[in-house]
């Protein structure tokens, strides 16, 4: 059984192109997160959702725009897209985000790369 | 706003060599630790996490951390690595001060191990 699971696990693509990547999660959690991880490995978080709300819009450009149609689905879609969107993406899901004993899973990641 | 720092970016090790690696966090409030593994190729997983209480913390596959709240440092140990041990390792904390209930991550430890 796949706890949170992404779609596609690769993405390659053209610059200034649209995609979408979903993301969707079985554990019946209220908060779902996006995560950007870069060349170097590093993560950052860039948008958190509870219970289709946004709580955690950290500085990313607006290009990118995440919906969430329910709290299992975090979508994330991304327009216009530059060399510099490539990296591996992570949807990560919580119990309510409020809780502060809560733990996140991460889904499988989806590598973006633009050419 | 939290911060948190792994010191060692990689580090390489024999099979049946102990293991430590750093990691400190700047936040003077009440924190939440934990520490992820990302095989190659795959998504991260949880080792082990801190609430409260006994400040060393058991983890899977051997894994332990041990939270010193004077020197803000949560650092992993296991004492035998193996081979299967390979991967990057994150730290990560969470607070619960008012209005920041995100997960912020270290920028990651690759560990090698050398059968």
């Known amino acids: 059984d796949t706890a949170v699971s992404q779609t596609p696990k690769y993405l390659v693509t053209q610059m200034g192109n649209d995609k979408s990547i979903k993301c969707e999660q079985n554990?019946?959690?209220?908060?779902m997160y996006w995560y950007k991880q870069d060349s170097k490995k590093f993560l950052k978080i860039m948008f958190s959702?509870?219970?289709?709300?946004?709580?955690i819009n950290e500085t990313v450009p607006n290009r990118f725009s995440p919906k969430s149609p329910d709290k299992a689905h975090l979508n994330l879609h991304i327009n216009s897209l530059e060399l510099g969107d490539s990296a591996v993406y992570f949807c990560a899901s919580s119990q309510a985000y409020r809780l502060v004993t809560n733990e996140q899973f991460f889904g499988p990641g989806t590598r973006l790369t633009v050419l | 706003a939290q911060s948190v720092s792994q010191h060692n970016h990689h580090v390489i090790l024999s099979e049946a060599a102990s293991l430590e690696l750093g990691c400190n966090y700047s936040y003077g409030g009440t924190v939440n630790l934990f520490w992820y593994v990302q095989y190659p190729g795959q998504h991260l997983q949880l080792l082990l996490k801190y609430f409260s209480g006994d400040p060393l913390v058991k983890g899977i596959k051997g894994f332990e951390a041990e939270f010193i709240k004077s020197k803000f440092s949560f650092n992993l140990r296991k004492p035998s690595v193996q081979w299967s041990d390979t991967a990057e390792y994150f730290c990560?904390?969470?607070?619960?001060?008012?209005?920041?209930?995100?997960?912020?991550f270290g920028k990651g430890t690759k560990l090698s191990v050398i059968p």
């Open positions: 554990l019946g959690h209220d908060t």
């Open positions: 990560a904390v969470k607070n619960s001060g008012a209005g920041s209930y995100q997960l912020t």
């Open positions: 959702y509870n219970n289709k709300e946004l709580i």
